[in-house]
């Protein structure tokens, strides 16, 4: 799934990216760990794996309104 970059604290290794229905996911350290980057910044495009129970983004979330979306991934999008 590809997203974009919203915010980035680079002494925490956690942010958020934007999916393209502009709904802000977080990510944690050992997500982006996982994809080998040293930086990240706003507005990069980005491949991200996601594990949890919201189906699919185009779909509306999750019942309730509770997003339990977790971001395994977060590298750099490559055309």
């Known amino acids: 799934m590809q997203a974009t970059a919203y915010t980035y604290d680079p002494e925490t290794r956690c942010g958020q990216v934007l999916l393209d229905d502009g709904t802000p996911v977080p990510f944690d350290a050992p997500a982006f760990d996982k994809g080998g980057l ?3 910044r706003p507005g990069q495009r980005v491949r991200i794996e996601v594990e949890g129970g919201a189906g699919n ?3 509306g ?3 309730g309104g509770k997003d339990d979306r977790r971001i395994t991934l977060v590298t750099l999008q490559t055309f």
């Open 57 to 59: 983004a185009g779909e």
């Open 38 to 40: 040293r930086l990240l």
């Open 61 to 63: 979330g999750s019942e």
